[in-house]
């Protein structure tokens, strides 16, 4: 049987340039798939138009050339995308699998509403059961939400190891679609992934908690489920997560200070690939490459430039 071929991604949001948290994800996912003589596509996922620029894209583009991350193909970039995802949202209509939502962001967070240990709320079902004429009664748009089922999602990260969420217990009804019409992160990463072939899935490990609602909607979109591995966050002396915020940690900054080797080189020490923090090209990490070596706790990330 032929093995199937190995399709990662990078997904980049153009709100800004990449940080050392981006590029160390970057780097991960790049590495994995070449390893596996596999194919690396390049995303741009700019729903949200208000925080995102064409310039920035463009930089990312720069970027990831100047560190040697080079890419297969780029697919359209989401914010070109409404029609597609409206005709997933569509098939999920027609099922009646979504319901529109009217509560406010205040009622979400009040302290009556469920709340996981780490703050995340848990959505009541506050509006699952309306009547028309009590969604009639609403004089506000209205978000739209996907019935979860009441079932447990497990499945096993590459780095991570198995995790296991209640959907209904631990996460609840999730937005697909906004009050102002922009569709989510959950529906837009699925479509745009399945219909890249995408196999396997690179990224923080912040986003680990939202792979049982990403499996269930590849499950009503009839799409398979890449395998996934989430990698180490970097985190400030502070304990902080590195962000766009930090300015001084952004490539515009540090490629006026370091060469591109020099950077592979701290970041690939900080995963684990090599002994001590030196110069190298990620093309010459690639042969060495193994998920094995590659730590899977967050570290603190505090290099003297």
């Not at 003589?37 to 995102?52: F, H, I, K, P, Y």
């Not at 979504?98 to 959505?123: E, I, K, M, W």
């Not at 396997?200 to 269930?216: A, I, K």
Request: hydrophobic residues 35%; contains cysteine; glycine residues 6%.
């Amino acid at each position: 049987m032929e093995q199937k071929k190995t399709v990662g991604r990078f997904a980049p949001t153009p709100s800004g340039r990449m940080h050392l948290g981006n590029v160390f994800a970057a780097l991960l996912a790049w590495l994995s798939v070449r390893s596996k003589g596999g194919e690396m596509v390049l995303r741009m996922e700019d729903l949200d138009t208000a925080r995102t620029k064409p310039e920035y894209a463009q930089l990312l583009r720069q970027d990831l050339a100047w560190l040697g991350l080079t890419y297969d193909r780029e697919t359209p970039p989401q914010s070109s995308r409404t029609q597609a995802y409206d005709c997933y949202f569509d098939r999920l209509r027609q099922q009646e699998l979504v319901y529109p939502c009217y509560c406010t962001r205040a009622q979400l967070h009040s302290v009556n509403a469920p709340h996981l240990s780490d703050g995340t709320y848990v959505y009541p079902g506050t509006c699952r059961d309306l009547t028309p004429q009590q969604r009639a009664a609403f004089r506000r748009e209205s978000a739209w939400r996907l019935r979860v089922p009441d079932r447990t999602v497990s499945f096993s990260d590459i780095l991570q190891g198995t995790v296991t969420q209640e959907l209904l217990r631990e996460c609840g009804d999730f937005v697909v679609r906004r009050s102002d019409g922009l569709y989510v992160y959950q529906l837009a990463v699925v479509a745009d992934d399945g219909e890249a072939g995408v196999t396997e899935v690179v990224r923080g490990l912040d986003l680990l908690g939202s792979v049982p609602r990403q499996m269930y909607l590849q499950e009503l979109f009839g799409f398979p489920h890449p395998e996934y591995a989430h990698v180490p966050l970097l985190l400030a002396p502070d304990g902080r997560r590195l962000s766009k915020r930090d300015r001084d940690l952004d490539l515009g900054y540090l490629r006026q200070r370091i060469t591109a080797r020099e950077l592979i080189g701290m970041l690939a020490y900080t995963a684990g690939l090599l002994e001590k923090p030196e110069p190298v090209a990620a093309q010459e990490l690639i042969g060495e490459f193994s998920w094995k070596r590659v730590q899977k706790d967050s570290v603190i990330f505090a290099p003297k430039w």
